[in-house]
């Protein structure tokens, strides 16, 4: 029992040390389309690469001799408390990587102490969500073309206790993520000699596809339909047409916060702001969409002088370590989000490896904030780093 233990999905992903490893295991653990679908991004791929590396470019000016013997990482997020400053990105098909999908990010971001985001392309419906899990939680909109669609999901997250509208801005169209395209990746998955090839009938994961209802979005009503790729299930429900009139009317009918997420320059965050957004993510959607657009921590440091203290600023895309947050953080950030660190994790072992992953990113902040001579995360300001 304790061998069988110790080579389960949940002993494999404790035995992870790093984000990096998470990510070996979560490929070892799905079929290649499905790996690379969370994996992956658009064309060349630039610009995924671009915000890892954009990180070795921000250097950190450690400050000495104080006392870091209670290493704090609490901060408020939008007037309430979270237990460190990392938050769940919104993921699309999280089902495809584990069958509990975003109710087992729902549960490990609530176990560690802070917020969800539900994406509107989720494989869990928002009510399930809300059922498992009793965390803070915000819904993410796609605005579809179908503006009935659209009232139906806000009223539904509000009735469910979402907190938060994350509106994302940067899917005018589908990104074109090349792997997706050669593997042959739709949505539902199709089974053909070629996807059975490629390890649709892996073995982990086979057991679950034939119980696994989390094929297609749970909350759209798109049960039943066709496979098609996902890119051209985007285009055809999604309006390319949104513009900042789009915002005004968000914000005038959702009661709570509005988030803008996929904001890139100074001047757009600007015009958020005066849009009424409460916070803004500065994102470039993890290299998924716009390939060759800059790294998200390269954009950070003007969007923050543009919106000083008027709006929240988080940001993702690249975010592997403990000294990632760091940066992000000394550079103008409330917070961060994760995207594909959370995806290998449930690739992994569901939420067991979801909880890995905030795990693994809260012990390195820990060790990088008292090494760096920050106690207090909400302390890190522009004189910890330099940009390169
Ligand atoms: C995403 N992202 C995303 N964003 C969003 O607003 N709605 C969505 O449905 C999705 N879907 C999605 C699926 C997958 C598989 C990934 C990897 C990402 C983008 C996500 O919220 C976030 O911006 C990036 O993942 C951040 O980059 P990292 O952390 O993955 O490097």
Redesign the pocket.
Known sequence: ARTRERFSPEGRAARCRTIAELRALAKRSVPKPIFD??DGAAWDEVTARR?LAAFEDVTLHPKALTDVSAVDLRTTILGGEVALPIIA?????TGLQHPDGEVAIARAAHRAGTITTV???ASCTLEEVAEASAGRRWF?L?VMSDRGLVDELLARATDNGYEAL?L?VD?QVAGVRERDVRNGFSVPPRISLRTLAQGVAHPRWSAGFVANPRMVPANLGWEGSASATLAASVNKAFDPTVTWDDLADLRSRWKGPVIV??VMRADDAQRCVEHGADALVV?N??G?QLDGAAASIEALPAIADAVGDRAELYL????RRGTDIVKALALGARAV?????L?YGIGAAGEAGARRAFGILDAELRVALALAGYPRAADLGMDAVSVR
């Open positions: 679908y969370a915000n990105a919104p993921t699309g098909l994406s509107t392309m993410q796609y994350v994302t899917v997420k996929g994102s959607h993890g998924r993702d895309s690249g975010i989000m994760i995207g594909r660190a995806m």
